[in-house]
């Protein structure tokens, strides 16, 4: 006889006495009580799977990072009885960057035969933004079958074409999307202006501005588009309308930041005093595979350099994501709202890296599928240099640097979601560039062999050679095929995104010149950075 239902998954008389005393717990406030009672009920019935999920669930409500992880990643194996409670466990999952278990259970969860579109549209949205593409797909297809027609499944179908370089099929779906009223409305044309097309740039510039005229003052949906207003006058060549509109949307998104300039200033200071030889006891090299970690400012040109390398039948394409952040959350044992945080950087000496090690190693070597080279190409890891090399000897790094005034104008340009909270105001912006430069500076000498500075000019003006010499850094032979960027096949969701696949462009640089006037402040601030690094 079942007494209570869980994520569609009915517990019998035996578990839920206890299931309830452990809830009543947490409801009081007792998490230790409640994890107790938790532990019991799976000592007793180890596999049952909801109690696996809300203990991991009880112990990072209490700081339990590394044991909250470890639980959570026995879900990985677990029986999943429902797709609403497989739901429950990748969100949960993705919590701690495990991908792989996120992998094993989407690919486990009985969702061929759900007739629960909305459902099937929420596991898949989970699975998009950790690069899951193949897996979130049939999920996607089939909630379309079933709801052809609910706008924001297409929006997210169309996002799925975009990122892997079907742009007709894209715009398709955006546009049918856009076309039905919803909060939904705001992102489709957002993500219709990165791939602007010439003959119908005035009537997505009517259809985005009615839709700004119809959205609160200063809301999420304003920002976006206001960027998407920038983008289409900007592809237009109408520069004084894009720069009132791109500087509308940065006043939204700077009123509702939270990046803490002084705070900010005081992590680089801390990075750049921290000799790394102390961090961690020696840890053995991986020879399976070899991670290659491409960083620098957002909008330096990274996604052409791991498009290019993406190419190579010894590499494996990681994307961008955040499991070198997790862990180091893993390492140091708590969570942490950014990439990395003063706490760590000041105890750095204290903590054994061992425990991030295997935990990315792990990762790699389930990306790569027995190829030599993964490359991981989250921009910001550039603040974690320092724990990655000391962390995984094998590990190398990839700085690509580009100049100050075309990198950060097209910081300033860019919508980000959940990243560079500090590219919406030109003096911040310019600070954290400033930073940056000088804290790649400190690991470069600390670390001058395990660290390639690659200059996105030269790169694009010449790329032959330069491939050349980065392959060779990189422990791999060159493939003239390899600087076909445009090439079909794969997948592009980084900040770049409309024109990764646009080939090699030669002439990227310099897109500022035209509101040379307005950007007067960041201009001054970044004068004496301009030249050679």
């Known amino acids: 006889m079942s007494v209570i239902d869980i994520h569609g998954h009915p517990l019998d008389a035996s578990l839920g006495p206890r299931w309830q005393r452990s809830v009543a717990l947490a409801q009081q406030g007792d998490l230790a009580g409640a994890s107790g009672e938790m532990e019991a009920l799976l000592s007793a019935h180890p596999g049952f799977a909801p109690g696996i999920l809300q203990l991991a669930q009880f112990r990072l409500a209490r700081g339990h990072y590394r044991q909250a992880m470890e639980t959570a990643a026995a879900l990985m194996d677990a029986p999943l009885p429902t797709l609403e409670f497989a739901w429950h466990a990748v969100r949960l999952l993705r919590r701690f960057e495990l991908h792989e278990a996120v992998a094993r259970v989407a690919g486990r969860a009985p969702w061929p035969h759900s007739s629960d579109a909305r459902l099937l549209h929420a596991v898949a949205s989970e699975l998009v933004p950790i690069g899951l593409y193949d897996l979130a797909r049939p999920l996607l297809e089939r909630a379309g079958r079933l709801a052809p027609r609910v706008a924001p499944l297409q929006v997210t179908r169309g996002t799925l074409d975009f990122v892997s370089g079907d742009l007709e099929a894209s715009r398709q779906r955006l546009r049918a999307a856009a076309s039905v009223p919803g909060p939904h409305v705001a992102h489709a044309l957002w993500l219709l202006s990165m791939q602007p097309e010439d003959d119908r740039i005035?009537?997505?510039?009517?259809?985005?501005?009615?839709?700004?005229?119809?959205?609160?003052?200063?809301?999420?949906?304003?920002a976006y588009l206001a960027f998407a207003m920038h983008?289409?006058?900007?592809?237009?060549?109408?520069?004084?309308?894009?720069?009132?509109?791109?500087?509308?949307?940065?006043?939204?998104?700077?009123?509702?930041?939270?990046?803490?300039?002084?705070?900010?200033?005081?992590?680089?200071?801390?990075?750049?005093?921290?000799?790394?030889?102390?961090?961690?006891?020696?840890?053995?090299?991986?020879?399976?595979?070899?991670?290659?970690?491409?960083?620098?400012?957002?909008?330096?040109?990274?996604?052409?350099?791991?498009?290019?390398?993406?190419?190579?039948?010894?590499?494996?394409?990681?994307?961008?994501?955040?499991?070198?952040?997790?862990?180091?959350?893993?390492?140091?044992?708590?969570?942490?709202?950014?990439?990395?945080?003063?706490?760590?950087?000041?105890?750095?000496?204290?903590?054994?890296?061992?425990?991030?090690?295997?935990?990315?190693?792990?990762?790699?070597?389930?990306?790569?599928?027995?190829?030599?080279?993964?490359?991981?190409?989250?921009?910001?890891?550039?603040?974690?240099?320092?724990?990655?090399?000391?962390?995984?000897?094998?590990?190398?790094?990839l700085h690509m640097q580009r100049d100050p005034m075309d990198t950060c104008f097209s910081n300033l340009r860019t919508f980000f979601s959940g990243a560079a909270p500090y590219s919406y105001d030109q003096a911040t912006l310019a600070d954290y560039y400033s930073g940056y430069r000088r804290l790649m500076d400190h690991w470069r000498a600390l670390y001058p062999e395990r660290i390639l500075d690659v200059d996105y000019q030269r790169f694009v003006d010449d790329p032959g050679p330069e491939t050349e010499r980065v392959l060779a850094f990189c422990g791999l032979d060159y493939r003239p095929h390899l600087l076909d960027v445009g090439r079909q096949g794969g997948y592009s969701a980084t900040a770049s995104i409309g024109s990764v696949r646009a080939g090699i462009q030669r002439n990227r640089g310099g897109a500022w010149r035209p509101y040379a006037a307005h950007l007067a402040p960041l201009r001054e601030a970044l004068g004496h950075l301009s030249g050679p690094w």
């Open 202 to 222: 005035d009537s997505d510039l009517e259809a985005t501005a009615a839709a700004l005229r119809s959205v609160p003052d200063g809301s999420g949906d304003a």
């Open 231 to 397: 983008n289409l006058h900007h592809a237009a060549g109408q520069y004084e309308a894009a720069w009132q509109a791109l500087a509308q949307g940065c006043a939204i998104k700077q009123r509702t930041s939270d990046h803490d300039p002084v705070a900010q200033a005081r992590l680089f200071d801390a990075l750049g005093s921290m000799h790394v030889s102390g961090v961690a006891t020696p840890v053995p090299v991986d020879a399976s595979v070899r991670p290659v970690f491409i960083v620098g400012m957002y909008r330096s040109g990274t996604s052409v350099l791991e498009r290019v390398l993406s190419g190579h039948p010894d590499v494996a394409d990681g994307g961008e994501s955040q499991v070198m952040p997790a862990a180091l959350r893993l390492a140091f044992d708590r969570p942490a709202r950014s990439t990395v945080d003063l706490s760590m950087v000041v105890e750095a000496d204290r903590v054994d890296l061992a425990p991030a090690a295997s935990f990315f190693r792990r990762h790699a070597r389930w990306k790569a599928g027995g190829r030599a080279v993964f490359t991981e190409k989250l921009p910001e890891n550039f603040l974690l240099a320092g724990f990655i090399l000391a962390a995984m000897p094998e590990a190398r790094i």
